[in-house]
């Protein structure tokens, strides 16, 4: 059975940073591509970054790129999402996703059950 387990949200200022984790486990997950969606309240859950199954590919959703890094630890299971120069905006509960890559959520057949990110301004 999938598992992926999300950690690292929290209160921060704005303009601060915060490294979000997901821990893998009961697949081959340098098979799979990982990705990060952010839900805001009373909003539809949205695309933020993904990473190829080797990590040599990544895509950003146009309200990240240049502050967010997606990366992934194939040894330890695990993918990271570095964000920096945070924006109230950016407040949202944040899930990993494990699956195809893309920008849908549709193609991620595997998800977490989410971590708070909450950006005070």
């Known amino acids: 059975q999938v598992q992926l387990v999300e950690s690292g949200g929290g209160l921060v200022q704005a303009g601060g940073s915060l490294r979000l984790s997901c821990a893998a486990s009961?697949?081959?997950?340098?098979?799979?591509?990982m990705g990060w969606f952010r839900q805001a309240p009373g909003k539809e859950r949205e695309f933020v970054a993904t990473?190829?199954?080797?990590?040599?590919?990544?895509t950003y959703s146009d309200s990240v790129k240049g502050r967010f890094t997606i990366s992934r630890d194939n040894a330890k299971n695990t993918v990271y999402l570095q964000m920096n120069s945070l924006k109230p905006e950016d407040t949202a509960v944040y899930y990993c996703?494990?699956?195809?890559?893309?920008?849908?959520?549709?193609?991620?057949?595997?998800w977490g059950r989410g971590t708070q990110v909450t950006v005070s301004s």
């Open positions: 990473i190829s199954g080797s990590g040599g590919t990544t």
């Open positions: 996703a494990g699956g195809f890559y893309g920008s849908r959520s549709e193609r991620y057949p595997y």
């Open positions: 009961g697949r081959t997950f340098s098979a799979d591509a």
